[in-house]
């Protein structure tokens, strides 16, 4: 149960509570975190944004390395409720249930190409708190891996929401 007093549907703004309703009739239900967003419109319609631009649409990463992604960073930041919701999704999309179980247990048990190996661990020092010690080397290796830079700052973009996302879930006890 939340740490703080979730909205409900009768006390969301119309196209909030029309968005959730949209939610929980294609995937049966509305999350925490969700609802935690929706007491405040104006930051649900912006992770919304971001959360739909990054994650929903077609982007420049496949979407196994974005789902691969999600857990990752999720898993790194001790957000519980953020893995098994991207764990379920992964499956949804395809992914295989031996490479959903390698993310979960880390990077070092996951069989992927090196170059996706060396974006992943890339990211996984973007999401530290000594990103700051990143270094335009870093960014090179990317780019010889193959990466384009528009690429990269979708990779960092990333885990800039999932560092985000893991907050607010982790903060105001998401799923506890």
């Known amino acids: 149960m939340a740490y703080i007093k979730l909205p409900e549907f009768d006390e969301m703004e119309e196209d909030v509570r029309e968005s959730l ?8 239900e509305v999350g925490e975190i969700s609802r935690m967003l929706a007491l405040r419109p104006d ?3 912006a992770t919304t944004v971001i959360f739909k ?6 982007t420049e990463l496949d979407k196994y390395i974005k789902e691969t992604l999600a ?14 919701e991207h764990e379920r999704i992964a499956r949804m999309l395809g992914m295989p249930e031996e490479h959903v ?13 090196e170059k996706e190996r060396i974006l992943y661990q890339f990211c ?3 999401a530290s708190k000594e990103n700051y010690k990143i270094l335009q080397s870093d960014i090179d290796e990317l780019r010889a891996a193959g990466y384009t830079d528009s ?3 979708e990779a960092v973009a990333i885990v800039g929401y999932f560092n985000y996302i893991n907050t607010i879930s982790n903060s105001l006890g998401a799923g506890k």
């Open 21 to 28: 309703k949209a939610l929980e009739k294609k995937t049966g």
């Open 101 to 113: 179980n390698a993310v979960i247990e880390g990077l070092e048990k996951m069989q992927v190409p």
């Open 53 to 58: 631009t990054l994650m929903v649409n077609k």
């Open 43 to 45: 930051i649900f319609r």
């Open 151 to 153: 690429q990269i700052l």
């Open 124 to 126: 996984l020092r973007c």
């Open 71 to 84: 857990i990752l960073i999720s898993e790194e930041n001790g957000c519980k409720i953020c893995v098994g």
